[in-house]
């Protein structure tokens, strides 16, 4: 029988990293594993959250026969987010998560999306304050009229792992063709996910 989504106690406030996160002590503050996503780490099991048959009737994307990622969407028991998005290695029956986002839809609103990144990023820098943190501003490659850019900012654990906050401003003309909504997410990912992603998922 699948587990239901952990609630938290209490949400320190309704804006607080935008994830339900459990504060870490300083001698934990290099975990990946303490940085959750309604409730979720990466390492867990998608098992514990969801059926199979839910995670396999859902809408993938393939990492190079290597990863697979589910999306989603909307259900009642995401507290915080309108979809999550988990990725899993292809072939395990397991389901253990390597990659985690979470996704809020600003619709003509950048300017709170970006407000609300740099209070995920406040509390995040005030948490993990060893952390090497790297801000990225571009843009964005999938928008070949060059109207889209990102802004990023990104958090190396000791452990391997990473945190990225983005927000996304899709240009005019793709924002009508594709029904696309800018977006923030929050993306937690595993060391071997990280070293996937930085050598070789764009190769």
């Known amino acids: 029988m699948k587990k239901p989504i952990n609630k938290p106690m ?7 990293f ?4 459990t504060l870490p002590t ?5 975990d990946i594993r303490d940085f959750q996503i309604e409730g979720i780490s990466v390492g867990d099991s ?3 959250y969801f059926t199979e048959e839910e995670i396999n009737n859902k809408e993938k994307l393939y990492w190079k026969k290597k990863y697979i990622s589910i999306i989603f969407n909307y259900l009642p028991s995401f507290e915080v987010y309108d979809a999550v998005q988990f990725t899993y290695k292809t072939n395990d029956k397991e389901f253990k998560i390597y990659s985690i986002e979470g996704f809020l839809y600003f619709k003509n609103t950048i300017k709170d999306c970006y407000k609300k990144q740099d ?6 820098s005030s948490v993990f304050k060893n952390l090497n943190k790297r801000k ?3 843009k964005h490659a999938v928008d070949k009229s060059g109207e889209s850019k990102f802004t990023a900012v990104n958090f190396l654990f000791d452990s391997g792992g990473s945190a990225r906050v983005i927000c996304t401003d899709w240009g005019e003309k793709i924002s009508t063709e594709k029904n696309w909504t800018d977006v923030l997410k929050v993306i937690v990912n595993s060391k071997k996910f990280t070293h996937f992603l930085t050598y070789e998922a764009y190769k």
Not at 10 to 16: A, D, E, F, T, V
Not at 18 to 21: A, H, N, Q, T, Y
Not at 26 to 30: F, K, L, R, T
């Open 18 to 21: 935008l994830i339900l996160f």
């Open 136 to 138: 990225q501003k571009d």
């Open 26 to 30: 300083p001698s934990q503050a290099d």
């Open 10 to 16: 209490k949400r320190l406030s309704i804006y607080l």
């Open 119 to 124: 209070e995920i990023v406040k509390e995040l």
């Open 46 to 48: 998608l098992l514990n």
